[in-house]
């Protein structure tokens, strides 16, 4: 990735910076989700697939850069110490960037068309976020599939096409499913973190959960995120205040329902049997999980 970023950016105070930024990348989930599928479906160049790899993970890292910015999130990430309009053009040019790498290497269009529209999916996904125009338990769940859904959809999908030429509909389906998998992990993390601004803000599936305030643990819950009530003092009563509101239960339940949805979707795949196996096996032990 970064000797993509040295060849292909002139300006030497936005070829660091971009540097800068891919050495904070500590996984590579989502080129390992494009690795593991094109293995999976019998692809053999070598090159080709880890081009696509990197290309993915210089997407990924742009729109996380773009998400970390609009959400005022992650605040010790060094793009976030810098003056955001200098950080948004090095984001654009990082997302062009690995738009040029995965549309080189195939002359098939249909990878970059497949590219650009779960990009533009996670798009639509994230104005939702960041509107709070969602407004049920469903309605939180599509945006999930839209905004995490299709950004792990499209590694998935991107290396099975490489591998066989042709787009695969049950990939796609159990890949959205892995999409609110991820998040609801995310999510349930994010509870134990008071400083995280998606529950400042309201983004996130245990928000929604919480504002019906079932109980007085929501309650004072909601206070404390809000930072309007400091009776909480330590993890471990924290910890509690959490399970006793009920919010931890139902994202489990929410998430082994999304978890059972991708297995049952995941059997209907038609691959050979031992690299199937190794698929599954892959996916649910992977970062995503």
Known sequence: MKDIVA?????????AKLISFIEEKKQFSFAELAYNHYIAFDGKNDGAIELLASGIE????????FDDIEDK???QATWMKLDPSIVTNAATALYTLSLQVISSVSNDPKLLSLTLQYSLQSLQGQHVDLTLTASSESEYIEMIKRKSGSLITLPSVLGVYLATGEF??????????LGIVEQIANDHQGLYYPDNNDLKTRHTLAFHYLK???NQSSIDLLNFYAQENYM???MEDLKKE???????QYLNVIKNLALENFKKTFNKLRVEEQRKNKLFAQLLRGNLI
């Open 7 to 15: 060849e292909n950016i002139l300006n030497e105070d936005l070829k």
């Open 232 to 234: 909480i003092n330590n």
């Open 212 to 214: 019906n305030k079932y």
């Open 242 to 248: 959490l399970r006793k509101s009920g919010v931890i």
């Open 73 to 75: 999130d992650n605040l």
């Open 58 to 65: 210089l997407l990924i890292l742009s729109a996380d850069i």
């Open 168 to 177: 695969n509909e049950t990939v796609e389906e159990y890949s959205r499913y």
